[in-house]
């Protein structure tokens, strides 16, 4: 099958190197899969500066085609309807021109679904449409201003404008269904984890002198990312120190606000010298953080997805998550990790000691964490599910 997936993020850097951005790895992941699945798969996004066309190697059966399509001048929703026809225009234009004719579509992020839905109506293919975060679920949690004021509506008529929608975690079935997509036109296929990159080379939950060791990753160390609430946390847990991965680079982080900002409670709290800001780290040294920790905290009170406590799992270390979004599915209370509210530092701080203080049921969580990654949310049984969802859209002569 010739699959088409387009997205308006961009998995390459100018370099033509894969991003760190975890977004869109996963959709490189994710791609390389379904080539290991039989698939032959090309991603299509747009092209401005200072990323020019072309095509791109993104791994050894993957390319990136970058389609010349300038990008939306403002955030109205005259603008981004008419980036996402010029887009889609394009994207059907180039495939009849070179001969190389989709099968299938498979549209990642809301202006993606917008590009792939106009290519769909011109090239006669059936789309599939991952949203992967909602701008409604957006602007409650985080009171984000900054998307068109119409891209909810946008998403409402995307998703029931396109042949299936791929739901990625419960909360975001519920959150469609709010906004008017009927549940018989989604599937729930959360996101994968390569477990092979993230699996132990080592025996699970290890002993070692000194203070037990948190590991958490916050991306841009804002609020929403739950940092605050861990250094809240370590006021109760005296035997432990917290390693934050996430934000600016090493060498920016000392002149870095977010940083400074979070230094500064730290030592209001008295826990400044029981953590330690990393900063930014390459996706594949990942791994190597999260094998030294005696437990990973999630305590994100906004995680659409939940990749952190899923490569956790898969590394084989406990998890102490928020229940929320994707965690909330990921994470099994009392068997795969602990789940605590969102806001809440003392209920996160006692999941936390009750992880610390019990060698059994550390080795418990981490032994069926990564059980659970093995079985549920490998690449390969994602792509599973993905290609019969695939086939029933082609025999149904979907349109």
């Known amino acids: ?17 894969l991003a760190d951005s975890g ?10 899969a379904l080539t290991e699945f039989g698939h032959e798969v090309r991603i299509f996004t747009s092209a401005d500066a200072p990323h020019p066309p072309g095509t791109y190697p993104v ?10 399509v300038s990008p939306a001048r403002s955030t109205s929703e005259q603008a981004v309807l008419a980036y996402a026809r010029r887009f889609g225009d394009t994207l059907a234009r180039h495939w009849r021109q070179s001969g190389w004719m989709p099968h299938l579509i498979h549209a990642h992020y809301w202006l993606g679904g917008l ?13 599939a449409l991952t949203y992967h975060e909602l701008g409604s679920v957006r602007r409650r949690l985080l009171g984000d201003t ?24 419960r909360a975001e079935r519920d959150e469609l269904a709010r906004l008017g997509v009927p549940r018989p036109r989604t599937v729930l296929i959360p996101t994968g984890v390569d477990a092979g990159r993230f699996a132990p080379g080592r025996s699970l939950a290890p002993s070692h002198p000194g203070p037990r060791r948190i590991v958490a990753v916050g991306d841009g160390l804002e609020d929403p990312t739950g940092v605050v609430d861990l ?14 991965l996430g934000g600016p680079s090493a060498e920016r982080a000392a002149r870095d606000r977010r940083v400074n900002r979070l230094r500064a409670m730290a030592r209001d709290w008295d826990v400044a010298g029981r953590v330690r800001f990393v900063g930014r780290v390459p996706a594949s040294d990942l791994p190597l953080w999260y094998h030294r920790a005696d437990v990973v905290v999630c305590a994100a009170w906004y995680a659409p997805v939940g990749v952190t406590a899923l490569e956790a799992m898969a590394a084989g270390v406990p998890v102490v ?25 003392g209920a996160l701080a006692r999941a936390v000691r009750g992880v610390l203080a019990d060698p059994i049921r550390q080795l418990g969580y981490a032994a069926a964490g990564l059980d659970r990654v093995r079985q549920c ?11 019969a969802h695939y086939r029933e859209l082609l025999s149904r002569g979907a349109r």
């Open 377 to 387: 949310y490998a690449w390969d049984q994602i792509t599973r599910q993905l290609d």
């Open 115 to 127: 590009a792939a839905r106009t290519a769909a109506q011109l090239a006669h293919r059936p789309v």
């Open 23 to 32: 977004e869109a790895r996963r959709v490189v992941e994710l791609c390389q």
């Open 231 to 244: 250094l809240a946390a370590l006021r109760h847990l005296p035997e432990a120190e917290a390693t934050v």
């Open 59 to 68: 791994s050894p059966a993957v390319m990136v085609e970058r389609v010349p």
């Open 321 to 345: 998550a928020t229940a929320i979004g994707g965690q909330r599915d990921a994470v099994i209370d009392g068997v795969t990790g602990a789940l605590v509210p969102a806001r809440a530092p």
């Open 146 to 169: 900054t998307d068109p004021a119409a891209r909810v509506g946008l998403e409402r008529q995307l998703g029931n404008a396109v042949n299936l929608v791929i739901a990625q975690s």
């Open 1 to 17: 099958m010739r699959l088409a997936v387009v997205s308006a993020l961009s998995p390459l850097t100018p370099a033509g190197d």
